[in-house]
Structures are given as structure tokens and as C-alpha cells.
């Protein structure tokens, strides 16, 4: 089974790769690996990169906001990168992009 996520930390920059779909379970074990990171690292970004996920249902956009709110906890900002143009509309029409320390890059 390969990881459903991996973490790396460099120059206060925190990267979450997603390596999975995301739906239900899979953001239940992504959410654990990455909040403790979160607060054990402190980063100045919380960096979600998509670039391996190809499909995401509304647990990606509840994993997404609760993310930003960690965060928010440790002072970060959110950037979400690698998002495929499906993602992205999700994103889009889900209104996220408007949260307040979230950034929306392709």
C-alpha cells in the first residue's frame, strides 16, 4: 500500500503531497499525518500539493478548510498547488478560494 500522503519540511515551508483520491477515509488519515506535523513544525505555509490526486469529493473540501484552521492555529497560510482543471472547478464553485490565508495556485 503506498502512502496516502508525504510530508517534507524545508525553509518554513511545510508540503503535504496527496498521493490518493480523496473521499471519506483517505482524508481521515491525511488529516492525522498532517495536523501533527503542522504543529510540530510551526510553518510560515501549509503547502497542499494535488498533483496526484485525481479525483476528490466533498471530504477534499472539508479536508482543505480544516486544514486553513490548523494552520491559522500556528500563524500559516495555506497554498493548494497542482490542482487538475476538474479540481479546480471544484474548488472554484465550493468557494474555498475565498478563505481568508488560503492561496489557489495551479
Not at 498521493?19 to 492525522?32: F, M, P, Q
Not at 477534499?60 to 478548510?65: E, R, V
Request: glycine residues 8%; aromatic residues 4%.
Amino acid at each position: 500500500m503506498t502512502e496516502d500522503v508525504i510530508i517534507s519540511e524545508k525553509d518554513g515551508r511545510l508540503t503535504a503531497a496527496l498521493k490518493c483520491e480523496l473521499d471519506h477515509c483517505s482524508a481521515k488519515r491525511i488529516r492525522e499525518k498532517i495536523d501533527p506535523a503542522v504543529f510540530m513544525y510551526r510553518p510560515e505555509t501549509l503547502v497542499l500539493d494535488f498533483t496526484d490526486v485525481h479525483f476528490m469529493d466533498s471530504s477534499g473540501i472539508g479536508l482543505i478548510i480544516g486544514r486553513t484552521e490548523v494552520a491559522a492555529e500556528v500563524g500559516a497560510a495555506v497554498r493548494l498547488v497542482g490542482l487538475s482543471d476538474g479540481l479546480m472547478k471544484l474548488v472554484r464553485l465550493s468557494g474555498i478560494e475565498k478563505i481568508s490565508g488560503l492561496a489557489v495556485t495551479r
